[in-house]
């Protein structure tokens, strides 16, 4: 298709949730020669990360909903000029507030074009259903959802479903790879040749970090060896340590802090990879990053967990929230290593066939040559 110019618009300054997507497929659609603009609050980790993916973010705007109207009215004008001066084809939106920037800031029709606004909606609690939301949905070219459950959303909040479009999520398949040296990792926390479960996500509340330590002393009284890496960071880790102290998980249970480089390292280092629900981005990255990986996934059903795990095949899936359960599943792999392994090849292979960067790129650049 012809090149465009695609404004994306992410009211978001932090490197969590829909941050990584978005780099990925704002420079995947720069690499099939698109002109793709990136605004997003600026000054904290997602800028940086912009920067170092070599994407140019839009300057003058601020996009923060806490600054209250007159910034909102900055923003709109701001967007509008650059709208014209830039000839943008097609604005795509990634969360409210920066949805309804793009249905304000369009020039009016007897000063030019108006570029179709589309939206990406990364969790389901950001589909709406009241009238308000159906106004900004009528004014909506195309939605795209990150899991059956948001694309479901979307059409029981009115949207037409010729107008939803499900976009899995995607992962970086050159990043993590099965050639990986876990040695580093095994060496900084002592592990041996102990089977490992690695979880990463935010430390955060209704992130599952409890069931998946109560599964975890289940499972030592049955592997007494096994030991749990904890990725990440957030504000509930002094909780989340007590935890870990009260079901006597002191020898078992690390808490790794947050990775980035060495992040391929610290999954090589794993048997198993867990995740017990879904972030703010319920495409569920850090498992298809684990399948990348070539690690067998236990998950729970939620996000997109059911349309990416392939039960017995690829990992388990934990239909309920029962220690027991999680406990089961860890145990199914860790004590079949060459099982174990199987798996996690295919979840590399699947990872490839169907979560790949570059198929998201294919189904989002094919929306717009069909709305533009």
């Not at 939620?302 to 220690?323: K, R, S, Y």
């Amino acid at each position: 298709m012809n090149p465009l110019t695609i404004l994306h618009l992410a009211a978001n300054r932090w490197w969590t949730g829909s941050a990584d997507p978005i780099i990925q497929l704002v420079s995947g659609l720069r690499a099939r020669g698109h002109r793709a603009l990136l605004g997003i609050i600026p000054g904290d980790r997602f800028a940086a990360k912009a920067k170092e993916a070599g994407i140019d973010l839009v300057e003058g705007l601020r996009m923060d909903a806490r600054f209250g109207p007159r910034a909102l009215a900055r923003d709109v004008l701001r967007l509008r000029a650059l709208i014209r001066d830039e000839g943008v084809d097609v604005i795509h939106t990634h969360h409210s507030h920066d949805h309804w920037l793009a249905v304000l800031a369009r020039p009016k029709r007897d000063l030019g074009g108006r570029p179709p606004v589309v939206r990406t909606f990364h969790n389901l609690r950001s589909v709406k259903r009241d009238r308000l939301a159906s106004t900004l949905y009528r004014r909506t070219a195309a939605v795209f959802a990150v899991s059956r459950q948001i694309e479901s959303r979307c059409r029981e909040a009115g949207i037409a479903p010729e107008r939803v479009f499900w976009i899995p999520g995607s992962v970086d398949l050159r990043r993590f790879t099965t050639g990986a040296d876990p040695t580093p990792i095994r060496e900084e926390f002592a592990l041996g040749d102990a089977p490992v479960v690695v979880s990463v996500a935010r430390l955060a509340t209704n992130r599952g970090h409890e069931l998946l330590l109560a599964g975890i002393r289940l499972l030592i009284r049955r592997l007494p060896r096994a030991r749990l890496l904890l990725v990440g960071k957030g504000e509930t880790r002094r909780h989340l340590e007590q935890v870990v102290t009260e079901l006597d998980l002191g020898k078992h249970v690390t808490f790794t802090g947050y990775r980035d480089t060495d992040l391929p390292a610290v999954l090589a280092a794993a048997n198993c990879f867990a995740l017990m629900a879904a972030g703010s981005d319920e495409s569920c990255r850090a498992a298809l990053e684990a399948m990348a990986a070539a690690r067998p996934v236990i998950a729970r059903r939620v996000g997109a967990l059911p349309e990416t795990v392939v039960h017995g095949e690829t990992g388990f899936l934990i239909d309920d929230d029962q220690p027991e359960s999680v406990a089961h599943a860890l145990e199914t792999i860790l004590e079949d290593p060459e099982r174990g392994a199987a798996m996690g090849r295919a979840g590399r292979a699947r990872a490839e066939e169907s979560f790949s960067a570059e198929r998201s790129v294919e189904t989002v650049e094919r929306v717009y040559g069909e709305i533009w």
